[in-house]
């Protein structure tokens, strides 16, 4: 039925799965995890160093792309694969959670709007909603643009995305029943525009995903899917609004829900998350992409993942450590320095030091990605997942 | 007579020659460049990339590495090149310069100390100068230091320099014959004491580079090498106090110069210098190594070095530009990417920016190096010269 999607295993035990997706720019294994991309680069990072470590696809920011260098410049470079040299599959966003997020962090997707209300026209700082899309100020120039639907659509289509998100509504964090209701309805007006954008042009043998709202309440969440769904041409389902503030342990149960309500025979792709336990986690439930940019914002800040957990390399108890990072990682950057050297590099706020830091939390993850993977296969996800969080949290 | 330096080619038509230097870290090629790595890392680059493009030595910094992490640190590591897993030899320099330039840019090896005067204490905006040393002031937390040459040469030694500079006073621009010569007599009693501290230490096969002042005067800057030759134990001599903000012509006619007072079985190290057409130019005066922050600086501002000069990358009509940087570079950066993507990262201020404009502004100096060797082997390097100065002007 999805020749788009393939399950190539499902756990006895657990509703984790091993599956195979086609794109355009080759297949990519899940459950997989994206690095972000967000100005045509995933930052500090050469293609060729993504490659090596096992990165499969990456995600580009539409929003950003769209700003700067504009997507019709990129079109005509030859399209965001060639601009950027990254031969592999791309996944664009659709921009929606960006327009309400400017003058923040561009890589921040914590709090968001929460100066927001949910009247019919309602005004953000930098952004205003009406029914035909969001009228936002750019972060670069301040001028005033307007992000529609169709527009989210062209500007995914002329960067080559191999997967296109639908435009939607983000929903502030906290919401009441009645703003995530109007919220939700707006998305799915702007999610149906958007797959009526997407089949009315050449896309090509691209593929288009839906995502999911409705906030804190899980009676809006499968009265969200089921519109979707009778909507009928998507490729797969994402989940959106999670990890925007909610405690962790309702995150958990709302993705373990939602992704309950999705078709086996559907990718589900848990949006913007996370930490490594929460990756761990969220495979249990099926989920199968996920995208965060924790590993390489956080590289950048000097939080470096290792087997039981995580260092801040900028301690003084570090500054003599010749230890690598993690005595157990293969990654090149703990098979050739130390926590001291990269201390050194972080308080003299080294360029290498982005390089090596970055390189190595991408490599954990993706590694992490393959050892769920490997667990999947044995069918012992479930003990995989219970020895991870036990180890992480001592 | 110094086995530590084997000239293997003379150019019959030009002071042009190739040699060869031993260092306990393997044998370099001269003529040479050498990058900057001012803190423990040449900016913005992986030691392997370094090494792929052909760089056979790099320049460390005395002063910067002995206040932060300090030369201790560094020495209980392994020494540097093992604290930064780069395994070829190592220049130090002697701090000498940067204890003058302090709060500016680390890397800006121009115009410092114009606010000095040459009494016999004087003081600059942070450095306090007498005959046992430099007081100076920390940049990173303002504590007061003393630099002297013993400190200088122990530094050094701590750090695993393959070749170590002496530590001399740094005659400011301009400068009148009275006070250069003052400047030069400090010089020249540091150099003496770096020298006994050299010899008095267990420096191993370790050699000491001695260095030319003597300022815009040639009659000083041939008194200055006489007695230092007269104290006879120096592997090579660097010619310092050039390019500090003098006419271009003046400083040809003093590397020349100084340059020919140097007997042929020594090598000849021009400090700081320059821009590809001084490469080409010095070397045929017979100088055999050069170090410049300029590729890896300019790098980073966007000055992107091509076959017939340079190209500022911000500017607009590189905007929708498919070609790389220089269609006849061979380097990863030109082989994969368009100068519409390098603009596009430069305007972004993406890390990636640095890593890929570093990557090709390096390899650029060091395949004019080649080309340079390449000449003198074909006995046309006067006509090379040439060429290469009415290409760049043209």
Redesign the interface.
């Known amino acids: 039925m999805h020749r788009f999607f393939k399950i190539t295993r499902q756990s006895q035990n657990s509703r984790a799965r091993l599956g195979e997706i086609t794109t355009p720019h080759g297949v990519i294994q899940t459950p997989v995890f994206m690095p972000v991309g967000t ?3 995933v ?4 293609p060729d160093e993504l490659a090596q470590m096992g990165a499969e696809i990456i995600l580009g920011n539409t929003y950003h792309l769209y700003l ?2 504009g997507h019709e ?1 990129i079109k ?3 399209g965001l694969h060639k ?3 990254w031969p592999g599959p791309i996944l664009t966003d659709s921009g929606g959670y960006q327009v309400f997020s400017l003058g923040k962090d561009p890589e921040d997707r914590q709090g968001a709007r929460s100066d927001a209300n949910l009247n019919s026209t309602r005004t953000t700082k930098l952004a205003r909603i009406t029914e035909e899309g969001v009228y936002f100020q750019s972060h670069i120039d301040g001028q005033e643009h307007l992000m529609t639907p169709e527009l989210s659509i062209e500007i995914q289509r002329a960067l080559g995305a191999d997967i296109l998100m639908v435009f939607d509504d983000c929903t502030p964090y906290p919401a009441t029943l009645g703003e995530t209701r109007k919220s939700m309805e707006r998305s799915l007006k702007w999610e149906e525009r958007s797959l009526v954008e997407f089949r009315g042009g050449d896309s090509g043998n691209k593929n288009l995903f839906a995502i999911v709202q409705g906030g804190m309440y899980p009676e809006l969440r499968k009265e969200c899917f089921e519109r979707l769904m009778e909507m009928g041409k998507f490729s797969g389902f994402a989940m959106g609004g999670l990890s925007v503030g909610e405690p962790i342990n309702q995150m958990y149960e709302l993705a373990d829900y939602t992704g309950s309500l999705i078709p086996n025979d559907y990718p589900r792709y848990l949006m913007g998350v996370g930490m490594p336990a929460d990756l761990v986690t969220c495979v249990d439930y099926g989920i199968d992409l996920f995208d965060c940019v924790i590993p390489t914002r956080n590289a950048r800040n000097g939080m470096l993942f290792t087997v039981d957990g995580f260092i801040y390399i900028k301690q003084a108890q570090f ?2 450590d ?1 230890r690598p990072i993690d005595p157990s990682c293969v990654c ?1 950057t703990c098979r ?3 926590r ?2 990269l ?3 972080h ?2 706020k ?3 030091s ?3 830091s970055t390189l190595h939390n991408l490599h954990y993850y993706l590694n992490l990605i393959r050892d769920m993977r490997t667990a999947i296969v044995a069918d012992r996800y479930p003990e995989f997942k219970k020895e991870f969080l036990e180890r992480i949290s001592s």
């Open positions: 100005q045509g680069t930052k500090a990072m050469r700067r260098p410049l005509k470079q030859g601009f950027m040299n500054a003599e010749e090149y050739n320095y130390s001291a050297y201390r050194h590099l308080l003299a080294e360029l290498l982005s390089v090596l």
